[in-house]
């Protein structure tokens, strides 16, 4: 795996193949980049099927949801409200219908591009929700499947890890199961700027924990905080 001129290496796939809870608060930090621009992860919301009814995957396989079943690393693309192109990372073991959705991040490099895409100056709020993320990444839906952990086109690579994590309740989930909307699937890095709904984040009564220190395949996830419901 190749190191990048931000210093990280591609994910391995052994760190992808942690569940969906787990996975999504280790994503925060990491950076993906497609040619000249680079986002680092700042918002991710973890998704899995069974056992939550938020799940893309609860109706079954689509061709549009295939990807939630491939090995963990591969791009999950959808286009929400005919509008938006969201980027979800496939985890779990092939064969288990899992996603992080990145919900906002934080922009490293090719700024020029990133405020053209978006047609604004660069804020915190160009980049605050996944159709934004989307939009600075210039997704399409031709993409959804693409294998993030190899070199060349959009890629994963691993990043500083944060501080601290906080973690919510997911945001626009009021179709699924009221076990699964309080549920602390939402992963936000500790005060950041770069951040969807902060005034929800704010009275979502958020739990933290400290994160900083693991190696790229070691996950500090708490499992009182995302276990899953039985």
Known sequence: MSATSFGGELLSPTLCALPAERLAPRLLGCVLKRD???????????????????????????????????RGGHAYIYLCYGLHHLLNVSCDREGIAAAVLIRAAEPLAGHDTIAARRGRPLAPSVLAGPGKVGQALALETALSGHDLLRPGGLELMDGPRPAEILATPRIGIGYADPLDIARPLRFVVAGTKWVSKPKALARSGRRSWPAAGGGRNRDDTPSAIVGRRG
């Open 36 to 70: 000249e621009v680079a986002l680092r992860i700042t918002e991710t919301e973890g998704y899995f099927w069974p056992g939550d009814s938020a799940c893309h995957a609860r109706a079954g396989r689509t061709a549009r949801n295939a990807p939630m079943w491939q």
